[in-house]
T-cell receptor
């Protein structure tokens, strides 16, 4: 199994909603990442978890809250988002996180109304 | 700081044409260099990588050589196919779990 699975594939939410994005991998990878990608732009790093501990937070607003319940799962909790947060949210993983190939999921396309 | 500069797209080619997508970088230390490809509606996939100067990465007919003297990692393919149409991202990693991407270059290949 060499996949990173993200759910849902599409999400529409209002600015007062609370929702969660989910990411799962069963490759035994110990580093997991959230990226945000706006249309026609490169992915921007948001968070990195290494061995289930948050190791990088790229000054992301607190309305985005990551969680890593175990080594296979990564969640991104969303609350009080703004329309400008609409984007493709990509999850990725690497074996240990240092200079290695990133395995990306297909992403969740989020629209905030 | 670390940064990657890619040529503006789109690059439009006919099938079987030669492809070059330019990529240059600025980095402290000795970065690893990558090319990722993104097909419509999908996440990114690693296409090839090189970890030190003069290394050549290759995969699926694509090649790129890590040139320290010109700080470049240009992507080439001798004969493109329609199925190669995608967005190509050059990226660097200095080993601190942070991958820095270029802005991406869209390739359109027509039959």
């Amino acid at each position: 199994d060499t996949e990173v699975t993200q759910t849902p594939k599409h999400l529409v939410m209002g600015m007062t909603n609370k929702k969660s994005l989910k990411c799962e991998q069963h490759m035994g990878h110990r580093a997991m990442y959230w990226y945000k990608q706006k249309a026609k732009k490169p992915p921007e790093l948001m968070f990195v978890y290494s061995y289930e501990k948050l190791s990088i937070n790229e000054s992301v607003p607190s309305r985005f809250s990551p969680e890593c319940p175990n080594s296979s799962l990564l969640n991104l909790h969303l609350h009080a988002l703004q329309p400008e947060d609409s984007a493709l949210y990509l999850c990725a993983s690497t074996r240990t996180g240092s200079n290695e190939k990133l395995f990306f999921g297909s992403g969740t396309q989020l629209s905030v109304l | 700081g670390n940064s990657v500069t890619q040529m503006e797209g789109p690059v439009t080619l006919s099938e079987e044409a030669f492809l070059t997508i330019n990529c240059t970088y600025t980095a402290t230390g000795y970065p690893s260099l990558f090319w990722y490809v993104q097909y419509p509606g999908e996440g990114l996939q690693l296409l090839l990588k090189a970890t030190k100067a003069d290394d050549k990465g290759s995969n699926k007919g694509f090649e790129a050589t890590y040139r320290k003297e010109t700080t470049s990692f240009h992507l080439e393919k001798g004969s493109v196919q329609v199925s190669d149409s995608a967005v190509y991202f050059c990226a660097l990693n200095t080993g601190f779990q942070k991958l820095v991407f270029g802005t991406g270059t869209r390739l359109l290949v027509s039959p």
